[in-house]
């Protein structure tokens, strides 16, 4: 059965980070990608993801979902942009027709790196934070309970319905319902799961509803408290501090270089 | 004794049906005390402990009358979670019971006391406690989902238990346990009854109905057909048709009347009956 969570916050220093650095992270990277004026930050902030994924332990799970989705992404993107952008003055390539000018390919890598460091920032923050920390840790800033458990019940939606298929799926098999066999057969033993499953789910939301209640879920007048623990260590303060400073200059940097008054970046030649 | 729950002329129908699930109930449980609900199946025993934890009205829809007590607050002027502060449900269904939120059978067993606000190296020490109390220790840094359907009971239980309702409603709630983990269980409402918490139960182990409870109520069609101590109720014989199954021990005494031995009293326990049974073979 699939885990509900990965981290408890007991493992490396990525798993014992407080949440909200992490989330920081997230924004500081990714916007840092974005302001930059080219795709070189993006390409070295994706190296320091590749870093990061290696000292959590999930670097093949990390390259897969980097290059599996990269890939596919950064070829059509290239080939969009890079055969058609509107932009594109100086041509670096030509095969017959098709024509590669340099600002359509410097635009989708720019893009493509925007999005990479986007996507594996979140993916390493989703595998290395618990999902109980994080509510905790946004409730404890004042995240309202009811939005806390919305954010918790949707992650944990994925687990409850593979149980909820595998008991269905065990009952109809018991009674002699083929469900294993060649493609076909098995997508014609999984239409007739989707009615129970969706139908139960829905009556058994309507009891959970009821259950929350009676366990005091929206209990007015009472600031909510949780049994996990989420420190905000010296560490995370450093963390905190550097990836605010890291944003700033990068924005800096990125202001002088767009504004020609210091350029940061590599002339790659064309224009922008 | 003083009531810690009254319920006066009270009456529900769900919405679209066609006859009302409960029809002018009128009881009291007082304080303390082990009251147990029997009846068939669909004779209103579930929609009675929703009606008393606050479900019914705030949660299903339907028209009702009368009205219901906990502790002196009016059900239907009280929010559920108001409630919950006094009354706990433990549902049919375990696996409904669960948060889904939780990572683990700690962080559920914490999740009511979460919402009440307590401070938490208060719920750690609860969740030790009821841990123990319900034999999950092995368990507790598990997840719920992973739990074997007797084990999932358990940690419902604990869940409601943990939050020291002054009631404790318990509908069926030994349903998916094996004998011996059904004993179990019931052992620890006993000891919580004895601990001063009023408890009601909905049961159809009339031999434990007999042995445990101070009042018992007999549901049928939604309607109050019996009211009384196990003794009078379950040694009754027209308690049977109204569906609920009358204890073996008072069953034996039934036949041993009918056969003509001198039984001058139904029996609805072991010891007593035990002592008949020797006294008419000796």
């Given at each position: 059965?699939?885990?509900?969570?990965?981290?408890?916050?007991?493992?490396?220093?990525?798993?014992?980070?407080?949440?909200?650095?992490?989330?920081?992270?997230?924004?500081?990277?990714?916007?840092?990608a974005?302001?930059?004026?080219d795709f070189s930050l993006g390409l070295?902030l994706l190296?320091?993801?590749?870093?990061?994924?290696?000292?959590?332990?999930?670097?093949?799970?990390?390259?897969?979902?980097?290059?599996?989705?990269g890939?596919?992404?950064?070829?059509?993107?290239?080939?969009?942009?890079?055969?058609?952008?509107?932009?594109?003055?100086?041509?670096?390539?030509?095969?017959?027709?098709?024509?590669?000018?340099?600002?359509?390919?410097?635009?989708?890598a720019k893009i493509v790196s925007t999005l990479l460091v986007?996507?594996?920032?979140?993916?390493?923050?989703?595998?290395?934070?618990?999902?109980?920390?994080?509510?905790?840790?946004?409730?404890?800033?004042?995240?309202?309970?009811?939005?806390?458990?919305?954010?918790?019940?949707?992650?944990?939606?994925?687990?409850?319905?593979?149980?909820?298929?595998?008991?269905?799926?065990?009952?109809?098999?018991?009674?002699?319902?083929?469900?294993?066999?060649?493609?076909?057969?098995?997508?014609?033993?999984?239409?007739?799961?989707?009615?129970?499953?969706?139908?139960?789910?829905?009556?058994?939301?309507?009891?959970?509803?009821?259950?929350?209640?009676?366990?005091?879920?929206?209990?007015?007048?009472?600031?909510?408290?949780?049994?996990?623990?989420?420190?905000?260590?010296?560490?995370?303060?450093?963390?905190?501090?550097?990836?605010?400073?890291?944003?700033?200059?990068?924005?800096?940097?990125?202001?002088?270089?767009?504004?020609?008054?210091?350029?940061?970046?590599?002339?790659?030649?064309?224009?922008? | 004794?003083?009531?810690?729950?009254?319920?006066?002329?009270?009456?529900?129908?769900?919405?679209?049906?066609?006859?009302?699930?409960?029809?002018?109930?009128?009881?009291?449980?007082?304080?303390?005390?082990?009251?147990?609900?029997?009846?068939?199946?669909?004779?209103?025993?579930?929609?009675?402990?929703?009606?008393?934890?606050?479900?019914?009205?705030?949660?299903?829809?339907?028209?009702?009358?009368?009205?219901?007590?906990?502790?002196?607050?009016?059900?239907?002027?009280?929010?559920?979670?108001?409630?919950?502060?006094?009354?706990?449900?433990?549902?049919?269904?375990?696996?409904?019971?669960?948060?889904?939120?939780?990572?683990?059978?700690?962080?559920?067993?914490?999740?009511?006391?979460?919402?009440?606000?307590?401070?938490?190296?208060?719920?750690?020490?609860?969740?030790?406690?009821?841990?123990?109390?319900?034999?999950?220790?092995?368990?507790?840094?598990?997840?719920?989902?992973?739990?074997?359907?007797?084990?999932?009971?358990?940690?419902?239980?604990?869940?409601?238990?943990?939050?020291?309702?002054?009631?404790?409603?318990?509908?069926?709630?030994?349903?998916?346990?094996?004998?011996?983990?059904?004993?179990?269980?019931?052992?620890?409402?006993?000891?919580?009854?004895?601990?001063?918490?009023?408890?009601?139960?909905?049961?159809?182990?009339?031999?434990?109905?007999?042995?445990?409870?101070?009042?018992?109520?007999?549901?049928?069609?939604?309607?109050?057909?019996?009211?009384?101590?196990?003794?009078?109720?379950?040694?009754?014989?027209?308690?049977?048709?109204?569906?609920?199954?009358?204890?073996?021990?008072?069953?034996?005494?039934?036949?041993?009347?009918?056969?003509?031995?001198?039984?001058?009293?139904?029996?609805?326990?072991?010891?007593?009956?035990?002592?008949?049974?020797?006294?008419?073979?000796?």
């Amino acid at each position: 059965m699939a885990k509900l969570c990965v981290a408890d916050g007991s493992g490396n220093f990525l798993d014992r980070m407080n949440p909200l650095v992490k989330i920081l992270g997230i924004f500081s990277f990714g916007l840092g990608a974005l302001i930059w004026p080219d795709f070189s930050l993006g390409l070295v902030l994706l190296l320091v993801l590749f870093l990061l994924a290696a000292v959590a332990g999930i670097l093949p799970s990390f390259s897969k979902l980097i290059l599996g989705f990269g890939l596919p992404v950064s070829i059509m993107l290239l080939f969009i942009q890079g055969c058609y952008s509107p932009k594109n003055r100086v041509i670096i390539a030509s095969w017959g027709f098709l024509h590669l000018g340099l600002e359509g390919t410097l635009y989708a890598a720019k893009i493509v790196s925007t999005l990479l460091v986007f996507l594996g920032a979140f993916y390493i923050v989703n595998k290395t934070t618990y999902t109980g920390r994080l509510v905790a840790a946004l409730s404890g800033i004042g995240l309202p309970a009811k939005i806390g458990y919305l954010v918790l019940a949707s992650l944990n939606v994925v687990p409850q319905m593979e149980h909820r298929i595998k008991v269905i799926r065990q009952a109809q098999s018991a009674r002699g319902l083929e469900t294993g066999g060649g493609l076909i057969s098995r997508i014609k033993a999984y239409l007739p799961l989707l009615g129970p499953v969706v139908l139960s789910s829905l009556t058994d939301s309507q009891e959970r509803g009821m259950t929350l209640e009676t366990r005091g879920f929206g209990i007015k007048g009472v600031r909510q408290s949780s049994y996990v623990k989420v420190d905000w260590r010296k560490s995370d303060q450093l963390a905190c501090w550097l990836l605010l400073v890291f944003f700033l200059l990068v924005l800096l940097a990125s202001i002088l270089s767009r504004t020609g008054i210091y350029p940061f970046t590599y002339d790659w030649g064309g224009g922008r | 004794m003083t009531s810690i729950i009254e319920v006066e002329d009270f009456s529900f129908r769900y919405r679209n049906a066609s006859s009302a699930a409960l029809r002018h109930l009128s009881f009291e449980v007082e304080r303390g005390s082990f009251f147990c609900i029997v009846g068939a199946n669909g004779s209103g025993k579930s929609t009675l402990c929703n009606a008393l934890v606050g479900l019914i009205p705030h949660y299903f829809v339907g028209r009702s009358g009368g009205g219901i007590r906990v502790k002196g607050n009016q059900v239907a002027d009280t929010s559920i979670p108001e409630l919950s502060k006094h009354i706990g449900l433990v549902f049919q269904n375990p696996f409904n019971q669960l948060s889904y939120t939780a990572g683990t059978v700690a962080e559920e067993l914490a999740y009511g006391l979460g919402n009440h606000g307590v401070p938490r190296e208060l719920m750690e020490e609860k969740v030790r406690q009821v841990a123990a109390l319900m034999h999950l220790e092995s368990v507790i840094d598990k997840n719920p989902l992973e739990l074997s359907g007797g084990q999932v009971q358990r940690v419902a239980f604990g869940s409601t238990f943990i939050m020291e309702p002054d009631i404790l409603v318990l509908d069926e709630c030994t349903a998916q346990l094996d004998p011996l983990g059904s004993e179990e269980i019931f052992d620890i409402v006993k000891r919580l009854n004895d601990r001063g918490i009023t408890v009601v139960m909905v049961d159809h182990d009339m031999e434990r109905v007999a042995r445990c409870a101070d009042q018992v109520m007999v549901l049928d069609g939604g309607r109050l057909v019996a009211i009384g101590s196990p003794q009078e109720v379950l040694s009754d014989p027209r308690t049977m048709d109204h569906g609920v199954d009358l204890p073996d021990f008072a069953k034996l005494s039934l036949a041993l009347q009918a056969e003509g031995y001198p039984v001058d009293r139904i029996h609805t326990t072991e010891e007593p009956t035990v002592s008949m049974v020797k006294e008419l073979l000796s």
